[in-house]
Every structure is written in C-alpha cells, then in structure tokens.
C-alpha cells in the first residue's frame, strides 16, 4: 500500500496509506440526476423528519433528562437510542460541508449541547446506564450497546471537525467524542475490561478519530476490539456467539456470518486496523469473507440477510425471497466495507457491488418524499399490508408500505447520513491520474501528485441510460496522467464502449477502461454502457427461486407489482417468457412477455388435502400479457401491493 498525501480533510473515511486516495466532499460534487433529487429530498424533507421524531419520541429529551437528573423515571426508547441522535448529527455535519451549513446550524447546535449536557466528567455518556434506578455501566456488554452509541457518538465528533475544516479542536461534539474516546480507552485497553461489544462500530469510529488527530492510542484501542473479538468474551445466547461474531477470531473466520449488520460493521473496522497497521493477513481475511458472503450469501438487490428472527446471514445459498430480510442497514454497511476494500486493494468488484446495494437497498429504503421507510427490504410481498398510520410507530418489517418511524429506527439516519456524505463515493485518485467509480452529474477538481490540478465535469444519463461523457475543464499542460472509468460486472455478455477525445472507439470489459494522455481542457472522453434490460437466472443452489428469472436493467433489479396488473391480479398470477427478450416501457418501466395465470378457485369450507397429481385441468386458460415491470426501489410508492422480484416462466413441468 502506498501513503495517502495531500488528503481532503472533508472525508468521512480517511486512510493514511491504501491504493487509493479518496476525494472528499469539498473535490466532489453531485449536480444533478438520480442522486442529486434523492440528496435533495435527504436535505429537505428527511434530516427534518428525523429531528422531529426523536423530538417526539423523547430520544433527544434522554439527554436532557439526564442532566437534570430525571432520567430514572424519564428515559424513552430502545437502550441504543442515542445512536440514532448521533447518526443524525453525522447526517447534518456532511449536508453542511456541502453547502446547507447556515440552515442547519440551530439544529446542529442545539442538539449537540443536549448531547454535551449528559456527559459525565469522566467522559462516560449513554443515557440508559450508570444513572440511579439503572443497570450500572457495562453491566450488559452483549445487549447494552453503550460502545456501539460512541461508535457513532465519535463517527459525528470526526464529521463536526472535518465538514468544519479539520482540526479536532473545532467543535463542542468534536470534544466531546474526543472525553468519550479517551473514556474507553481508560476503561478497556489493557488491564481494564477486557472484552467486546455486543455490536461492532467502535472499531471503526476509533480508526477514524486516531486518523482525525493523529492519537495512537484510538488506533491501539480499535486493534484491541479486532483481536479480542471471537474469543468468548460475550456470554452465549439465544442466537449463540455466532450472532455477534465471537465464536471465531476475525483472522479465522471464513465468510460473514451471524448478524447481518454486526458482521459487516466489524469488518469495516477490521479493514481500517489493517490499513492504519499494515496488516495485510487480516485484511486478506476480510476479503476472504466478503468474497464468500458475496458468492453465496447475497441477494441479487446486494441485499444482506435472509433470517428475520435474528437479523442474520443464513447459511450458503439460502436466499429465499419472500424471507429476505436484507435490512437496510445492512445495505449501507456493505457500501461502507466496499468502500474500504475498494480504497485498500484498488479492485473495482467492491464499487461494482455498492452500486448495486446503494441503488436496490439504499435507494429503495426512503419513499419518494423521504418521510418513510423500509427497515427490512423483501423481495416478494405476497399481501398488500395496511398503511401505517402517520403518527404511529411501526413494527420494523409488517406492511408493504414504508413507516414515518421505527421503535427501532436505526435505518432512516443510517440512510440520511449516507446520503449526505454520498459525493466523497464518486471518485479516488492516485499517483497516476483520477478514477471514477459510481456515475451521477459531478464536478470534480483535485490536485494530483507533484501538485497538478484537474478538474473535469461529468454528464449522464444513468441509471436510465448508459452514456457517461466526462469532460476536462482543467488539466496540467505538458503533464499526462490517467482517467479510469469502471466497466460495471453487469455489462457481461453485452458490450460497453470507450470513445476517447479523437472520437477512437474501443470495446471495453467488465474491470476498468482507462486512457492515458495529456488531456486538454475541453477533452471528451465517453463510455456508452448496455443498458438494455435483460433476464437473470438465480444460481441453482439457491433452491428458493429455482426455476425462476428475474430482470435488470442497468444496474437497477426490476420487479413485478400488482398495481400494474389489470383486473385485480397479485402478482403471484404473473408467468414471464425468457425466450423472448424483455423490452423497455414508457416512464422508465419494463415490459416482459408473460401471461396471467389463476388457479382454480378453492371452496373456502372445504379442507382438502393441498396436494395432487399433476392436472392441468386445474389451471385456467392463460391470459397472454405484457407484464410491465417497475425500478425495485420505487415499489410501494402508490399504495398497499403485492411485489415479487424472481418471476416464474411459462414454462410448466
């Protein structure tokens, strides 16, 4: 791995050394398309719409109830609710390096001296333990989540410094998640508790505030959590040490496994130990586990987790649609891991796959008005579910709509702050030139090594269509350098194309096209990618959608919803054709050949016995249909459906 120099100090992820240089917020920026109208709304409607619940709800009033000294009798929420008042301030300190800074200010600083106010003078601030008629401190590090809420009591402290120009010093938050860092690590390092938290993310936060102030200690602490884990600290539950990954030492473990977000979260600051260290053996175990949890723990959405009682990985191949869980979280903790890897080794696999969840799980969470949620993200819904109520605080996954809020409502901060930070994803750099990897309209200026500056806008239709022009409006006379452009894994079996300033065209696979010249401003450099929509068929191990076919277009996984079909259907009557191509619809939809098909009407007083010999008398004559086929992420926007992603074929045994 090579050292990081001359980073942007508007990073939420900033490595020292790594194969690539992330550009941050203040390099890069979103200015129109797809993400641009998500991060609008993300600024608009949705960091309001967070505030305002946890106002109701009493999650920021916990704060306040401490330092008054109420608490025993006024505490509200799940023993991780501060977490999601954190979250929300990381959320509004990456919009306010974006530009809204003056508009959210009130509620950044009124929030933090809630947050400030509740801390103890040692440092320690949660507001579920430690305090009279309470379970005392670390009393329940499996479920207490007291490490897991200074995770992201810290992660806010390093956004409030960085979106504020850098220094640790600049901020209230930042110095209180500075008192907290050094809190544990006087109470955890060696000779003091040593265990783990039931729920990785104090690993990561740890790197990134070593990363902010240049503290060994923080970096020190995080390894200490990375090697103490999966040697039985925790007590073993219900789910057993597998659910929070302290069965097997993070070096030992061969695929992600047990809680879907736990396990992506601890390998997110396995990655960071072992970039800021230089351990390449345990940064080979991540990407062991990734590789497996991809090949064959995976929904075809990017999705994660196929068990709802415990929130889990499942094991190989069991990915039964109508069971995905696939949280939401989990689908922004996987971009966070891929992010880190793709930083680390350079392997454009990792951006190939967060495209894929951030636009099928992280996209498909909010509603179009960003005031509604999935937590769990399924991919068949076999009953259309009642509308939640607007002031109610819903189940995490029961309707086919998405809830204003959650008891457990880890997601919509988690899916606010990704999106505020969205931009610093784009691109990276490194000693030879400027790599793009997710395309949205951007502009991007950087200054490469030797101290060259390159600017370069992009244009682009995408997700819709596939041409992706990047234009340079700046470049160093005299001086080459390389513009790589990722070739998504989608485009296998079709072609992508390259055209470079002299109007050359190339064929170019699925990796990375890149050019290398002295660019000129004014240089046009385009990729045109396929994205006509085609059929997938699921590996056949994973017996839950055998003989099934789904569609993807683009990058975007498709899915049939039956407020699209005529006459009443559910989508359970819908059979498709894969002989014949499917073909692109008005408004963005798909139209696939297929045909309507409803079984036999049933006698509900009869209880017969629901199997027979096959007879195809019992089926009625089909009804030969175009099925038109919606983006998954903009299902359940017009009202209670039923959805289904893998379809099945005309074809009967």
């Not at 009493?58 to 608490?71: D, H």
């Not at 005529?566 to 798909?590: C, I, K, L, M, Q």
Request: charged share 25%; proline share 6%; net charge negative.
């Amino acid at each position: 791995m090579s050292e990081n120099r001359e980073l942007s100090t508007v990073l939420p992820v900033a490595p020292t050394r790594g194969r690539l240089r992330p550009l941050g917020l203040d390099e890069v920026r979103i200015t129109g398309g797809f993400w641009a109208r998500r991060r609008e709304t993300n600024a608009t409607a949705t960091l309001a719409h967070c505030r305002d619940w946890m106002e109701r709800v009493g999650w920021t009033g916990n704060f306040r109830a401490v330092a008054e000294g109420r608490i025993q009798h006024d505490r509200h929420g799940r023993e991780f609710a501060d977490s999601e008042v954190y979250k929300l301030l990381e959320a509004m300190a990456w919009q306010a390096a974006c530009g809204t800074g003056a508009a959210l200010d009130p509620d950044i600083a009124a929030l933090t001296e809630a947050v400030a106010s509740a801390q103890e003078p040692d440092g320690y601030l949660n507001t579920a333990f430690g305090h009279p008629g309470q379970q005392p401190r670390y009393s329940d590090l499996e479920w207490g989540h007291e490490l897991y809420c200074y995770g992201f009591l810290i992660q806010a402290g390093v956004a409030q410094a960085r979106a504020r120009g850098g220094g640790e010093g600049k901020g209230e938050l930042t110095k209180v998640a500075l008192r907290a860092a050094d809190h544990i690590c006087a109470t955890f390092g060696r000779g003091g508790i040593e265990r783990v938290c039931g729920h990785a993310e104090i690993e990561m936060a740890l790197v990134e505030l070593a990363r902010l102030t240049g503290e060994q200690r923080y970096l020190d602490q995080a390894a200490l959590f990375i090697d103490r884990r999966g040697q039985g600290t925790l007590a073993d539950g219900e789910f057993g040490r597998v659910y929070h990954q302290d069965d097997v030492p993070v070096r030992d473990a061969m695929a992600l496994r047990g809680h879907a977000v736990r396990a992506l979260y601890l390998a997110s600051g396995a990655v960071d130990v072992a970039v800021e260290t230089g351990d390449e053996e345990l940064l080979a175990a991540v990407v062991r586990q990734w590789e497996a949890g991809v090949a064959r723990r995976t929904y075809l959405t990017g999705g994660m987790g196929s068990h709802h009682r415990d929130e889990a990985f499942g094991d190989d191949f069991v990915l039964p649609p109508d069971r995905a869980y696939s949280e939401t979280c989990a689908g922004v903790a996987s971009v966070q891991l891929g992010w880190r890897l793709l930083l680390a080794t350079g392997d454009p696999r990792y951006a190939d796959l967060a495209e894929r969840t951030l636009f099928n799980v992280v996209a498909t969470s909010p509603s179009e008005d960003g005031r509604s949620f999935f937590y769990a993200n399924t991919l068949h819904r076999r009953h259309r579910g009642a509308v939640p109520a607007a002031d109610e605080v819903s189940p995490r996954a029961q309707s086919s709509l998405r809830a204003p809020w959650f008891a457990v409502s880890c997601c919509p901060t988690n899916v606010a702050r990704t999106l505020a930070q969205l931009p610093a994803y784009l691109a990276t750099a490194d000693d030879q030139g400027v790599q793009l990897h997710q395309y949205a309209d951007a502009e991007i200026t950087t200054t490469l090594t030797g101290g060259h500056t390159v600017a370069l806008s992009v244009r682009t239709d995408y997700p819709s269509g596939g041409n992706v022009t990047v234009r340079i409006d700046s470049s160093p006379p005299a001086h080459p350098w390389t513009l790589s452009l990722r070739v998504p894994a989608w485009t296998e079996g079709a072609t992508a194309y390259l055209v470079d300033p002299d109007g050359t065209c190339r064929t170019v696979d699925p990796g990375t096209a890149e050019i290398t010249r002295m660019f000129v401003p004014g240089d046009e450099i385009r990729l045109e990618l396929p994205v006509a929509p085609r059929w997938i068929a699921p590996d056949p191990r994973i017996d839950a959608v055998r003989g099934t076919v789904a569609v993807q277009r683009g990058p975007l996984v498709y899915c049939a919803e039956s407020v699209d079909l005529p006459d009443g259907h559910e989508v359970d009557a819908v059979r498709v054709d894969p002989s014949v191509e499917p073909e692109d619809g008005p408004e963005g939809t798909v139209v696939a050949p297929g045909e309507l098909v409803e079984q036999a009407e049933v006698d509900p007083s009869q209880a017969a016995w629901p199997y027979r010999p096959l007879d195809r008398a019992t089926v009625s004559a089909a009804e030969r249909a175009g099925i038109v086929l919606v983006p998954y992420n903009s299902w359940a926007n017009r009202g209670p459906s039923t959805m289904r992603v893998w379809l099945p074929t005309t074809t009967e045994p």
